[in-house]
């Protein structure tokens, strides 16, 4: 099989699909003693920076996420920093597919100076279909703070996609909150490829 390194451009998406699965297990998976964002206590850590802003990673997590991307979408937002590689690259992976989508970065404090504004990136019209794009959903709560600031500019938002979702509580908030919720991989998905590359 094609390493992540050197992953052909033109391979079909399950290809690429599979070659990101790789990565994010030599790369972005760890086990051991952690403490999460979210203040649990983990046995396993995924760090999706390491994908997200790996050369070939963020290209192949373009690809890949801008397929779970309606065709009505026109934006899409996150909480920095975790999002901010995933927005940039989707948004260019979509312009080589002759689509325009907009990334638009959420802070999570008001910005200090100049118009102080909270999200970064182009104004688009009212009611615009904007997805969040988060690298790993955990109880999905930091997702909900980029959610609340786009909508209370004008967005329309009622998705989020994941690269990853823990398992631990995301999706069923996302359920309660009436907010459509789709994960690329499940720590499942991602502990099963990971065992079968450690006896490789």
Not at 96 to 102: A, D, F, G, L, N
Not at 114 to 142: F, H, R
């Amino acid at each position: 099989m094609t390493s992540p390194a050197t992953a052909d451009l033109a391979a079909d998406l399950a290809t690429v699909k599979q070659q990101l699965l790789d990565l994010i297990c030599t790369d972005a998976y760890k086990e051991g003693d952690f403490v999460l964002s979210s203040g649990q206590q983990s046995t396993y850590y995924i760090n999706g920076k390491l994908v997200t802003l790996h050369p070939q990673g963020g290209q192949m997590v373009g690809r890949v996420m801008l397929d779970y991307l309606d065709s009505s979408v026109v934006g899409v937002g996150g909480l920095t920093l975790g999002a901010d590689p995933i927005l940039t690259a989707v948004s260019v992976v979509a312009a080589y597919e002759h689509r325009s989508i907009t990334p638009l970065i959420v802070r999570k404090e008001a910005k200090g100076h100049g118009t102080q504004a909270y999200i970064e990136g182009p104004i688009l019209p009212a009611q615009s279909n904007v997805v969040i794009l988060e690298d790993v959903v955990t109880t999905g709560q930091s997702a909900m703070q980029a959610i609340v600031r786009l909508r209370d500019a004008g967005y329309a938002v009622n998705q989020v996609i994941s690269l990853v979702d823990r398992q631990q509580g995301g999706a069923e908030y996302y359920t309660r909150e009436n907010i459509d919720f789709k994960a690329v991989y499940t720590i499942d998905q991602i502990q099963a490829r990971w065992k079968e590359l450690q006896t490789a």
